[in-house]
């Protein structure tokens, strides 16, 4: 985070199957958080119409769709994103070499179709696993020790950073250099409840480990002002790396 020219690394998490209440909330937070996450949840009851309603406000929006298939099915769907005009789009590093770079490929024709170029990102290891699931699904390597050789790899792809805990993000940034984004939930203010993530970070912390942007969600959204409670994260993320 460049402290010249400080951004609102937030992008809060609207998970939510109802349009009225994801629009509610949009529109209340528009000039408080740097933009808005769209999930599975939200996208198959309201569909792209419901999304372009989200885009419309003017909002940069994350596309959390985790795609992941064949290369030529990736691209396609990647392909029918762009009109929407999403500011991140994410698929799974595990679909493969071939998948990412279809991915990066169907990315690279936005400018050429007149859309602004989304960013994409690639989930590593969602962090519901551990361990014990790498051994299961026979992979011979550490939760974290597989983030990081999936990070590589996705940047190897032309993937431009990852979904990532907030305790990976120094391993990440080390590896791939600092230009590589990390993008990073289970985040959560002081004296906010820990819901069921396991392994949570202050939203100071996490800047300060080189988070490019925070995925905030039911910290802002169940606050009884969620206005007052992204202000605050504002402020206390807005002079972190001085
Ligand atoms: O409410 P909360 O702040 O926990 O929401 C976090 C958001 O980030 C949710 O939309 C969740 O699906 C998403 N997410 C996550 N962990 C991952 C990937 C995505 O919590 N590894």
């Known amino acids: 985070m460049n402290s010249n020219n400080p951004y609102n690394p937030t992008l809060v998490a609207l998970d939510t199957p109802d349009l009225k209440h994801a629009l509610s909330l949009a529109k209340r937070l528009a000039n408080k958080v ?11 009851a309201n569909g792209p119409q419901g999304v372009k309603q989200i885009v419309d406000l003017g909002m940069p929006v ?13 691209a396609a769907g990647i ?3 762009l009109p929407l005009e999403a500011f991140i789009i ?5 679909g493969g070499r071939q998948m990412m770079q279809a991915a990066v490929a169907a990315i690279n024709e936005a400018e050429g179709l007149g859309y602004a170029r989304p960013m994409l990102i690639g989930v590593t290891i969602v962090t519901s696993m551990e361990d014990a699931d790498m051994q299961e699904l026979g992979i011979n390597r550490t939760a974290s020790e597989q983030v990081i050789h999936l990070a590589k790899l996705a940047q190897d792809c032309g993937l431009d950073g990852v979904v990532c805990s907030s305790h990976e993000i120094a391993a990440i940034k080390a590896a791939c250099g600092t230009e590589f984004k990390t993008i990073v939930p289970g985040i959560r203010p002081k004296g906010t409840s820990a819901d069921d993530q396991k392994r949570v970070m202050t939203p100071t ?3 300060k480990q080189g988070a490019d942007y925070l995925v905030i969600g039911r910290p802002i959204t169940q606050a009884d002002s969620p206005e007052d409670m992204a202000d605050d994260i504002w402020q206390s993320v807005r002079y972190a790396d001085l």
Not at 62 to 74: C, G
Not at 90 to 94: F, Q, R, S
């Open 205 to 207: 912390e996490a800047i």
């Open 34 to 44: 740097g933009g808005m996450k769209i999930g599975l949840e939200f996208f198959n």
């Open 90 to 94: 994410n698929i799974h590093i595990l």
């Open 62 to 74: 994350f596309f959390d769709l985790k795609l992941s298939d064949i290369p030529n099915t990736v």
């Open 79 to 81: 392909r029918s994103l």
